[in-house]
């Protein structure tokens, strides 16, 4: 009879152990490589030596100069030839999506990227224009902490269903001439909505806003709607987060109206004619026509005072009554040529290195979106700053800030605006 020796029972388990170790290890890896993983790879497989169009403002040579800066990385990383189209309104490259659709352009679309704001999202998310389900898988969106940060899930209160990508905060910062405010007191620094009203009517024709649709100046009209309903009743005030309609309309925008019959009068050519961009209230102060200015870029401040477009003794400030202030996002549309690329371009935007670049406040000083507990040591280490401009909005200024209402009310705004006082204009 033959007999196993030990040795060779011993043997063979080992050879079974081993073998066993194997196909787990294997298993491991294979689990490793979650679905995600795999979509993502694939995305940096299609995505690289792609063009990419990306239509953006291109109002501010500050912000056009790091989008710059942002394609000659993402050249060097994935070979993309990243185009800026320069919009001087969003809604231009909206009306080309929507045209795309019209010809049932559904795969060969001009737009691969878009810097998008609340109305037009809505806008775009009614009609099927954008891409869904993408911005929530790229990598560096996980550090937004989207579990704990619900401002990376929702754009003027409409929840994005991963169609955006989020890559900035903004928030309206005023500014004003402090040889021209002398602080006395007819002329004291107004920090709220009412003293902005009194300091006005002390010092006709030293303030005024962009004339509507101008988005700065339809971003005053919101701060101003939002500030006169601060003290009122709670069910009113929830309107301003609802869908304007023609119930609502009268009663939540009547406050508004009556701001701005006492405002008016006062304003620069007594309210009669209105200038047209945010580039003409710099140039209107720098001509000492203006004292008090605003803007949705902080940094754009002391980069004019860099560039001689502003006085140097230009100073910042945010108001005490809040700040209105929002997330922005980038989208991309549904029949995009090369979407692959813009998760690329998206994913990088969200990078601590883009990140950090932005927030300096010589390059942009646009406030991150990134999480620091979510970063690393040496991630958090790229956030430093150094000593700012001295006309730079000084750090935390910012108190309180004012959600956007909701992206309805701004057709709602323009067109009683209109009615009321752009008859003349």
């Not at 939002?226 to 005030?237: G, I, M, S």
């Not at 003409?280 to 200015?293: A, K, N, P, V, Y």
């Not at 040591?377 to 800030?401: C, E, G």
Request: aromatic share 10%; with cysteine.
């Amino acid at each position: 009879m033959h007999v196993v020796k030990p040795i060779q029972i011993l043997s063979r388990y080992c050879f079974l152990s081993i073998a066993l170790c194997i196909v787990l290890v294997a298993s491991f890896k294979t689990m490793a490589t979650s679905p995600s993983d795999t979509r993502w790879q694939t995305i940096q497989s299609q995505g690289k030596n792609q063009p990419v169009y990306f239509y953006a403002w291109g109002g501010d040579p500050q912000i056009n100069a790091y989008i710059q800066w942002v394609a000659e990385q993402v050249k060097a990383q994935y070979d993309i030839e990243l185009v800026h189209v320069k919009l001087s309104d969003t809604s231009e490259a909206v009306s080309r999506v929507l045209a795309e659709k019209s010809a049932n352009n559904h795969a060969q679309g001009s737009v691969d990227l878009i810097w998008i704001n609340g109305a037009n999202f809505a806008a775009m998310s009614k009609h099927d224009l954008l891409l869904k389900d993408w911005a929530q898988t790229l990598p560096n969106f996980a550090l937004t902490d989207p579990n704990n940060n619900p401002a990376v899930n929702f754009d003027f209160g409409l929840p994005t269903n991963g169609m955006e990508a989020p890559w900035g905060q903004a928030s309206l910062t005023f500014y004003y001439d402090s040889l021209a405010i002398d602080g006395s007191t007819t002329n004291q620094l107004p920090t709220t909505l009412h003293q902005l009203l009194t300091w006005s009517a002390q010092n006709p024709g030293r303030f005024s806003y962009p004339k509507p649709p101008d988005f700065l100046g339809m971003s005053f009209l919101k701060y101003a709607l939002v500030v006169l309903h601060n003290n009122n009743d709670d069910e009113l005030k929830a309107q301003l987060n609802q869908p304007a309609t023609d119930k609502n309309t009268t009663e939540v925008l009547n406050p508004l109206w009556v701001f701005l019959n006492k405002l008016h009068p006062t304003l620069w050519r007594s309210g009669k004619h209105f200038m047209q961009s945010g580039a003409q209230m710099r140039r209107l102060i720098d001509d000492t026509e203006l004292s008090i200015g605003f803007t949705f870029s902080a940094p754009e401040v002391p980069a004019a005072v860099q560039r001689f477009d502003l006085p140097t003794s230009t100073r910042s400030y945010a108001m005490h009554d809040g700040s209105l202030s929002n997330t922005h996002f980038v989208a991309i549309p549904y029949n995009a040529s090369h979407a692959q690329g813009a998760q690329l371009v998206a994913n990088f935007l969200l990078s601590p290195q883009a990140q950090a670049h932005k927030q300096k406040p010589t390059i942009w000083g646009d406030k991150t979106v990134l999480i620091q507990s979510m970063l690393n040591t040496q991630q958090q280490a790229l956030f430093k700053t150094t000593q700012p401009h001295p006309s730079a909005l000084p750090f935390n200024s910012i108190k309180r800030t004012l959600s956007e209402p909701h992206p309805s009310w701004v057709n709602a705004i323009m067109q009683g605006w209109q009615t009321r006082y752009g008859v003349s204009q």
